[in-house]
């Protein structure tokens, strides 16, 4: 396979589909897969909302970053939550030996596909809206994205698919 012995990294905004995609791809690819909010789960012993909730989102933040600065595997699809790429430090770590996707969709898709966000806990200033955060956001990702999947019009086989074409042509 051209991905050789190099990871997948998926970043977007929640409801973008990096868990459920990711998942795909790695069996079409016979990759391993991580969900990094499973593994900070696991690390902080409660939900990511009990540690918005309990400890607000500059924290989740920093155990987001150090969870995924600890992580180093090979041939991997790594699904991250979206709040990731606020830490240059993992990026950077992730992106050695990786390549980055960016599942790219509208806002409007955003709302649609994750309904009520207060459960969720999305990794926000209080008073920021799910616009400000999205417009926050979409450099960010845009910036540590080897590739860009406009995932607005695809379904999740058909996001997957896209992935699959290009790790087929690198
Ligand atoms: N391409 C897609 N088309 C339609 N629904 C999708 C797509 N990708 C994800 N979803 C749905 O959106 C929701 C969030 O997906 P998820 O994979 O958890 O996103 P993320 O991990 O990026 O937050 C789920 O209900 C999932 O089934
Ligand atoms: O965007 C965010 O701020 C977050 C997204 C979540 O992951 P998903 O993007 O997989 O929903 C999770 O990491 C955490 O609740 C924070
Ligand atoms: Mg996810």
Redesign the pocket.
């Known amino acids: 396979m051209s991905l050789g012995s190099q990871n997948l990294v998926f970043v ?10 990711g998942v795909l791809v790695a069996k079409r690819l016979g990759l391993g897969f991580i969900d990094t909010d499973l593994l900070i789960q696991q690390h902080t012993g409660q939900t990511l909302q009990e540690t918005v909730n309990q400890e607000g989102y500059l924290a989740l933040r920093k155990i987001e970053e150090q969870v995924l600065l600890q992580l180093d595997v090979q041939q991997h699809v790594i ?1 991250t939550g ?1 709040s990731a790429v606020y830490s240059d430090a993992a990026m950077s770590h992730l992106k050695s030996g990786a390549k980055v996707i960016f ?1 790219d969709i509208s806002l409007n898709t955003v709302l649609r ?2 309904g009520d966000y207060s459960l969720r806990g999305i990794s926000k200033r209080p008073d920021q809206t799910l616009v400000e955060l999205y417009e926050e956001r979409s450099g960010l990702y845009a910036r540590y994205a080897d590739y860009t999947v406009q ?1 607005d019009t ?3 086989e ?2 997957c698919e896209a992935v699959v074409q290009y790790c087929k042509h690198l």
């Open positions: 977007g905004m929640p409801g973008s589909g990096k868990s459920t995609v699904s979206g599942l596909r994750i995932g695809l379904n999740q058909q996001a």
